[in-house]
Nanobody, 122 residues
Framework: QVQLVESGGGLVQAGGSLRLSCAAF????????MGWFRQAPGSEREIVAG????????YYRDSVKGRFTISRDNAKNTVFLQMNSLKSEDTAVYYC???????????????WGQGTQVTVSS
């Protein structure tokens, strides 16, 4: 089992950057695929980016490709989401998630953080 705690959200102007962090508390962090999801008001939760256990495989939804970068530091049990060139449509609550098994995944995550608000003003 793993507990996840996100940080780094906030208010930023369009075109700006934010870096989200997710600290994982539990054993064998590298055995979990990790993902960042987001949910805007009135919308369903959607995956933003995912990363496999070793960090060598990644996934991005089309709307964030070239702007967002997911990475992980297995020695520090932390996964990051660097968000550049932010747009108003990126405004949402961002959630960190973990899935048992080290293979990259875009769904069926087992553990979730509490979420962190990202607001992009235009």
């Amino acid at each position: 089992q793993v507990q996840l705690v996100e940080s780094g959200g906030g208010l930023v102007q369009a075109g700006g950057s934010l870096r989200l962090s997710c600290a994982a508390f539990g054993r064998a962090f590298s055995r979990y695929a990790m993902g960042w999801f987001r949910q805007a008001p009135g919308s369903e939760r959607e995956i933003v980016a995912g990363i496999g256990g070793s960090g060598s495989s990644t996934y991005y939804r089309d709307s964030v490709k070239g702007r967002f970068t997911i990475s992980r530091d297995n020695a520090k049990n932390t996964v990051f989401l660097q968000m550049n060139s932010l747009k108003s449509e990126d405004t949402a609550v961002y959630y960190c998630a973990a899935r048992s098994g080290w293979l990259l995944a875009v769904s069926d995550y087992d553990y979730w953080g509490q979420g962190t608000q990202v607001t992009v003003s235009s």
